[in-house]
């Protein structure tokens, strides 16, 4: 089976997840931190920028790692490195989403996530309780 290295942006702006919902695609209207593929030699935080400039238009900072998911699709695997990150700029842009909505802890599970990214909501609901205490 094939395997897919990416990465996903878990962009927080105070109590609130940004989560974007696909435009294309086998997965197509299902949701998803944003992030891609990482290319021949990129580190992850790297792709990271560069796919949230392509996606989004817009410039985040890298602040920590959160965890790597391993999740097994019909047609590949997939090894998705997750980074908490913050805007460095207020404007975004979709230019591969077809919507997007911040989320807070209580509304994580309202969403139609991809499989591998529903996996991140516990991780991510304590991430932004921790911040909160």
């Known amino acids: 089976m094939k395997t897919i290295e990416v990465v996903a942006a878990i962009i927080r702006k105070g109590n609130k997840i940004f989560a974007t919902?696909?435009?294309y695609g086998d997965w197509k209207d299902y949701w998803e931190?944003?992030?891609?593929?990482?290319?021949?030699?990129?580190?992850?935080?790297?792709a990271l920028v560069r796919e949230i400039r392509e996606e989004l238009d817009t410039e985040i900072s890298v602040q920590k790692f959160l965890c790597t998911?391993?999740?097994?699709?019909?047609?590949?695997?997939?090894?998705m490195h997750c980074y908490i990150c913050s805007l460095l700029t207020e404007l975004?842009?979709?230019?591969?989403h077809e919507?997007?909505?911040?989320?807070?802890?209580?509304?994580?599970?309202?969403?139609?996530?991809?499989?591998?990214?529903?996996?991140?909501?516990?991780?991510i609901q304590k991430e932004l309780q921790?911040?909160?205490?």
């Not at 998911?69 to 090894?79: C, G, K, Q, R, S």
């Not at 911040?102 to 969403?111: F, K």
């Not at 921790?130 to 205490?133: F, I, N």
């Open 130 to 133: 921790v911040q909160q205490d």
């Open 99 to 123: 919507a997007a909505r911040w989320l807070s802890a209580d509304n994580l599970g309202s969403v139609n996530w991809l499989p591998a990214d529903y996996q991140l909501i516990p991780l």
């Open 21 to 23: 919902q696909r435009g």
């Open 92 to 96: 975004l842009h979709l230019n591969e």
């Open 69 to 79: 998911i391993e999740w097994d699709y019909p047609a590949f695997h997939l090894t």
């Open 33 to 46: 931190y944003p992030g891609g593929k990482v290319e021949p030699g990129e580190t992850p935080p790297q």
